[in-house]
């Protein structure tokens, strides 16, 4: 364990946040499986298990990517591309449907089932964090920047999209940001933009979803002209939140995770603040925004266009993905599938999360490393050392 320890390299205070949301996530998913236990035919501690299995898959796949020094990431990011476009085709047309969205891929012999939407995340943002950092001299030309760059973002979200609407417009924002960052033109970003406003026209129209989409947002825009059965998940929430109070009911004491759907995953927050109160709703928002602050300070510091925008892409994504959760189970969204980063249960989820933090450490490693090297020569250059040749005398 202590070898391992020093071997951990990066921003120590990203590791803690990881640590911190491990055990929120053990104690909010525990707490709250009870009734799909109960479905299932098993006890909670058997799925408590399988979760806690899967936390530590992360971390150990967490620790080995924050090892891989990140340029390496820019040459995976072309075959994760080439891999992830066919995955997406197929989930998009023979995946598995569950709650009417086809989004999965069974993965045979294991019982999960493998989120291509995940993977399209990394995919788009490595690639695009490698297009633009190795585009810049030429980064107005149309031709040989724009196009390409255009193209894999309105592909990856005409393809995520149609399922999967939420995700789509999510990872879509992030890569508005990185192409601003990335220093593309507005007249480009306008045109991506107007591109990706008739993609989705198009698919709010003749989507399969189509129906599921427009009912959730007039449900939000206008809750009286909806029915109960409609306003159950939000109501449910709603009353999880309100009888926290300040301090919460204590662990384990919740009664909505016995009412509300997917309370393990999507509604995990509001049984957060039932049993933890506003006091630990607070302090995850915290956690969040200081994970946030962290990886903007590794983006300003980041030596390399390449790094600075990878982590740059990475880490707003997760920040946006945690901050829409949040803000559907409190009521300022309407109701999405999406799920809280690396608190929610889940399964290949988690182990992408945990990739993505792997690689914002790597960020943050090689940041370190050259100023820890300055100062060990800093160190061995001082008063107390006379330096003859190759040979240092105390």
């Known amino acids: 364990m202590h070898r391992i320890l020093n071997n951990t390299k990066g921003d120590r205070w990203i590791w803690l946040i990881v640590i911190l949301l491990s055990v929120i996530s053990l104690l909010a998913v525990y707490s709250s499986v009870g009734t799909l236990a109960f479905k299932q035919g098993k006890g909670a501690e058997i ?39 066919p995955l997406l ?24 089932s493998f989120q291509t939407s995940d993977l399209a995340k990394l995919a788009l943002i490595t690639y695009l964090a490698r297009s633009l950092s190795r585009k810049q001299e030429n980064i107005k030309d149309v031709k040989q920047s724009f196009i ?42 306008a045109v991506v933009c107007l591109a990706g406003a008739v993609l989705l026209a198009g698919m709010l129209t003749f989507g399969g979803r189509k129906g599921t989409h427009a009912s959730r947002v007039k449900v939000f825009l206008h809750p009286e002209l909806a029915d109960k059965d409609q306003l159950f998940q939000a109501n449910h929430a709603k009353i999880a939140i309100a009888s926290g109070g300040v301090f919460g009911k204590g662990p384990g004491n919740s009664t909505e995770k016995n009412y509300l759907p997917e309370a393990f995953s999507d509604e995990i927050y509001a049984i957060i603040i ?14 969040y925004l ?80 050259p100023k ?23």
């Open 148 to 189: 390409p760059i255009m193209g894999a973002v309105c592909l990856v979200f005409a393809l995520i999209g149609p399922a999967n609407l939420s995700t789509g417009l999510m990872l879509f924002g992030v890569s508005i940001l990185l192409l601003i960052i990335g220093r593309i033109s507005i007249k480009q970003i």
């Open 274 to 287: 039932e049993e933890y109160g506003l006091v630990g709703g607070v302090a995850l928002v915290g956690i």
């Open 47 to 85: 799925i408590l298990m399988k979760h806690v299995f899967m936390m530590i898959g992360g971390i150990a796949i967490m620790y080995f990517s924050h090892k891989l020094d990140y340029r390496y990431y820019a040459g995976i990011s072309k075959l994760l591309m080439i891999v992830t476009v």
């Open 290 to 369: 200081f994970l946030l602050y962290r990886c903007i300070k590794i983006v300003t510091k980041a030596p390399k266009a390449f790094g600075a925008l990878l982590a740059c892409g990475l880490s707003f994504s997760l920040a946006i993905q945690a901050f829409a959760n949040m803000a559907v189970a409190v009521g300022l969204g309407p109701v999405t599938g999406v799920p809280l980063p690396f608190v929610s249960m889940g399964g290949t989820s988690i182990l992408f999360t945990s990739v993505a933090f792997g690689i914002i450490l790597s960020v943050s490693k090689d940041i370190e490393e």
């Open 89 to 112: 085709l197929y989930t998009l047309f023979f995946g598995a449907h569950i709650n009417g969205a086809s989004r999965w891929i069974p993965i045979p012999g294991t019982g999960l």
């Open 372 to 394: 820890k090297k300055k100062e060990k020569e800093t160190d061995n250059s001082g008063p107390n050392k006379i330096i003859v040749g190759e040979i240092s005398v105390a």
